[in-house]
Structure formats: structure tokens, C-alpha cells
């Protein structure tokens, strides 16, 4: 008989297969790898965006790796960079990221089953220096830990590769299965797979899936995005009315500013009622009239 532990895998897609298959096996197992979601030529053009802001970033550097306390300070460890807030930073985050067809066919099969609207949660690049150390495996939907364990997703997430994820550069490490286990359980090292991407590939996970980035043992930096989207009625992670202000918010389509948060959450269809309403009407329809 083999005694040797058989390790979990994770399920493959590409971006153009069908977005139920893919929804299906995200909540059969928690997280599938996805490839191809962005482009070459998207990836080019966002990094070089994002180094001339990392590039201020070190500038400053003291002040750009102290967070709002110790423990995220020590969570993220003083070897990653992170811009967080990409929606108000980057032209072609809001172009052809924010509002991606693969990345919203999974909102619409994942979240809005159980929302009105789905909303942007965070959208965060890391920037995992060489000595990053591995993170403690943790579920991103602990943001809310006042709610009890609900059995529909909050939140839908990404890490998108923007260059090369291989384990030894720190691949996030996925726990496949972990989004029904209890809650205090630790994956053993058979459960857990390294999602090894090419720039533009994503591993796509729920927010009750356990996951960290891996230990970069490597003299290259590992930069991928945390991209994540919530219901509609749960406050979401990044302050985005602040990091894609109303100045700025006025200028997009439609689309992007209800994914930003600004569109009412309208709850009528199931005997609900309106949340983020100005005036008892919709943002929305305000921004297009001129009066907000
Ligand atoms: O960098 C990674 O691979 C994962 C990061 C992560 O899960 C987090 O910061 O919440
Ligand atoms: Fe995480």
C-alpha cells in the first residue's frame, strides 16, 4: 500500500473557458488557477505605471512600510512593497482591469446572488522583495469578524501575476478545500499548493479560502495585485469614495462607478431597502444630472 500523502491540486482554467464551469469549481474548491486573464500588452503597460509609483514609494521608504498598526506592519513584513488603491492611481487599472468580463462573470455568479450590487473590495499590488517570509495562512474575509459563518461567499478574489510566480519566488500558497473547514484547523503541508502563475495569470479564491504569500527565496522581487470584490452591502476594505474620489469618480463610465461603490445598493426585490442613497435617490443618477 502507498502511505505516502497524496497532495491536493488545484484546477486549471483559461480565461475563455465558461465562467459557470469556473464558478463552480471556485466554490466546489475553494480556489482554481485561471490563465491569460490580462494581456501582454495590459501587463507592460501597468507595471510600467506601477514602478514610477513604487519608485516614490522608495523615496520614502521609512514611511511607505508602516501600516495603521504592529500587527499588519508585521503581517506584510518590511520586504513588500504595496500600492494599495490602484482604482485612483492607475489608467489602465480603470481601463482594463476594474471591470474585467472574466473578473465581473465570476461577481455576477459568486456575489450577486445574495447583493443587490457587488462592489470593488481592495485592489492592492504587492511588490514581495527577496527575504519576504512566508505570511501566516489567513482568510481575507476576516476583515468581518462580526459576522457569523454564512454559507454564500462575501467576497471574491484574485491574485493576479503581473510577472513571474514560481514557488521559490513566493507563489501564493493556496489551501484548496479550507473554505468549509472549521475555522481553527491548520493545512498540513500535503494541503497546500503554490500557485505558480505567468504574468497576467490568476489564481481566483474565495475569502474564506485559507492562503499567504510564500517565502521569496529568490534574488528577484515577485510583484502580483490582490484584486477583490464584495457584496454590495458589506463596507468594503479599501475606503474607495476616498482612494477614487468624486472628482475623479465623475469622469468614468457609468459601470466603473457603481463597481466603485458609489451606485445605491437597492434592496427592494427582496423586501429590503436602499443603502448609500444621497438625497433618497442614486448616486448614479446624480453624477449624470450634474448635481453631485
Ligand atoms: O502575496 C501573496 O501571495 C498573498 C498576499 C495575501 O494573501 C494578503 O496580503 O492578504
Ligand atoms: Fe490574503
Not at 475563455?16 to 469549481?25: E, G, H, L, M, T
Not at 500558497?173 to 505567468?198: F, M, N, Y
Request: net charge negative.
Amino acid at each position: 500500500m502507498n502511505m505516502q500523502a497524496e497532495r491536493v491540486r488545484i484546477a486549471a482554467f483559461d480565461a475563455s473557458d465558461d465562467a459557470s464551469a469556473i464558478s463552480n469549481r471556485i466554490l466546489a474548491d475553494g480556489a482554481v488557477i485561471v490563465r491569460n486573464v490580462l494581456g501582454r500588452e495590459t501587463i507592460d503597460a501597468f507595471n510600467r505605471e506601477i514602478d514610477s509609483c513604487l519608485d516614490c514609494l522608495d523615496a520614502h521608504d521609512a514611511s511607505a512600510r508602516t501600516y495603521m498598526n504592529d500587527a499588519v506592519t508585521q503581517f506584510f513584513g518590511p520586504q513588500t512593497r504595496h500600492l494599495a488603491g490602484m482604482a485612483g492611481k492607475s489608467a489602465v487599472f480603470r481601463r482594463d482591469v476594474l471591470c474585467h468580463p472574466v473578473l465581473m462573470g465570476q461577481c455576477e455568479r459568486l456575489l450577486r446572488p445574495n447583493c443587490a450590487t457587488y462592489q470593488l473590495n481592495f485592489a492592492d499590488v504587492m511588490d514581495r522583495g527577496p527575504g519576504a517570509k512566508a505570511q501566516i495562512f489567513h482568510r481575507d474575509d476576516g476583515i468581518w469578524p462580526y459576522l457569523p459563518r454564512l454559507d454564500f461567499p462575501l467576497e471574491f478574489a484574485t491574485m493576479i501575476a503581473l510577472g513571474p510566480f514560481t514557488p521559490e519566488m513566493g507563489a501564493t500558497l493556496i489551501v484548496p478545500g479550507s473554505h468549509t473547514w472549521d475555522k481553527d484547523r491548520q493545512p498540513c503541508p500535503e494541503e497546500v499548493v503554490a500557485a505558480e502563475l505567468e504574468p497576467g495569470d490568476a489564481v481566483f479564491y474565495l475569502g474564506s479560502t485559507l492562503h499567504a504569500g510564500g517565502e521569496n527565496r529568490t534574488d528577484l522581487r515577485r510583484r502580483g495585485m490582490h484584486l477583490s470584490y464584495c457584496l454590495g452591502w458589506l463596507r468594503s476594505e479599501d475606503n474607495n469614495y476616498l482612494s477614487t474620489p468624486l472628482e475623479l469618480a465623475r469622469t468614468l463610465p457609468r459601470e466603473q462607478q457603481a463597481i466603485l461603490g458609489y451606485a445605491l445598493h437597492d434592496g427592494i426585490e427582496v423586501n429590503g431597502g436602499f443603502l448609500g442613497a444621497v438625497d433618497w435617490r442614486n448616486p448614479l443618477d446624480l453624477i449624470e444630472e450634474g448635481l453631485l
